[in-house]
């Protein structure tokens, strides 16, 4: 018993430990944009706060943060609902194609070969392209810019959970009629709601915190991001890290927001998706 619960307190102070490491970014974060001018010209990393919330406003009224977040609402929400039901199509079509199966082969092998390559490579072209379709400097060009550099993901994650289903259930609908796009919408795409909710999770993290996308593809003010307005937030020559700290955090809170509120949702979804593969 000794042993044990030896065992047990060595284990919780590690923990513990890895917590106060994990979280003592965050912390500093939040308190140094809580921070007035005074104190953090004085004490920059001491725990001590001033509470100064007006921080808050005045990095929200500098990032424009209300049109900030609708921009990266939507574009998320866009991105990962249009990237999980194209990845879902894209894989069950390769995988249980019957006519043109060489050109499904050939697709797929040009989805892996998407995966391997790095989208930094692709940038040049994705911008000529944009700038081509007049789509360029808007949230719907980023919407197409994301589903596009996360569809491999998507057809590669999908294309595991689609082997799981039992063929004879699609073969029932056939019987019964259905056609194939039909047998997929009411038959197998049901099936794969819980490796959905994992990628929904994936894609939603990908889009919400990527900066090099709306940095090259978005310069317009009224298309700009919440981690595009952060980069715009500092002088030139001069930084105020209280407010631009303040400004971070209005970054993030959006999303441990969801988390909290939808975090049985999510883990049961992610386990489920684990299992399920």
């Given at each position: 018993m000794k042993k044990k619960e030896i065992r047990r307190v060595i284990f919780t102070l590690f923990m513990a430990a890895v917590c106060i490491l994990v979280f003592y970014p965050v912390i500093m974060m939040v308190l140094v944009s809580l921070k007035d001018d005074v104190l953090l010209a004085k004490e920059p990393l001491s725990l001590k706060t001033s509470f100064a919330f007006e921080n808050y406003r005045l990095a929200a009224e500098k990032m424009k943060y209300g049109r900030a977040l609708f921009n990266s609402t939507v574009l998320t929400i866009c991105s990962g609902l249009l990237t999980t039901f194209l990845g879902a199509c894209g894989a069950y079509a390769i995988?249980?194609?019957?006519r043109g199966k060489k050109f499904f082969l050939i697709l797929n092998a040009l989805f892996l070969m998407g995966l391997a390559l790095p989208q930094q490579v692709a940038m040049v072209p994705l911008v000529l392209w944009m700038q081509k379709l007049h789509v360029a400097?808007?949230?719907f060009g980023l919407i197409l810019a994301f589903t596009g550099a996360n569809a491999a993901y998507a057809v590669f994650f999908f294309s595991g959970f689609v082997n799981t289903v039992p063929v004879t259930?699609?073969?029932a609908a056939y019987i019964d009629g259905a056609g194939p796009m039909k047998t997929f919408l009411k038959v197998v795409f049901?099936?794969?709601?819980?490796?959905?909710?994992?990628?929904?999770i994936v894609i939603a993290l990908r889009v919400w915190n990527n900066?090099?996308?709306?940095?090259?593809?978005?310069q317009g003010e009224k298309s700009r991001t919440l981690p595009l307005t952060v980069f715009f937030f500092k002088g030139d020559l001069s930084v105020q890290w209280?407010?631009?700290?303040a400004a971070t955090t209005l970054v993030i809170l959006p999303l441990m927001i969801v988390y909290f509120i939808l975090q049985k949702q999510i883990i049961s979804g992610m386990l489920s998706g684990a299992v399920k593969g």
């Open positions: 995988l249980r194609a019957k400097n808007s949230i259930l699609e073969e049901p099936l794969l709601k819980p490796p959905m909710v994992t990628l929904l900066f090099m996308y709306p940095l090259l593809l978005s209280n407010i631009l700290f």
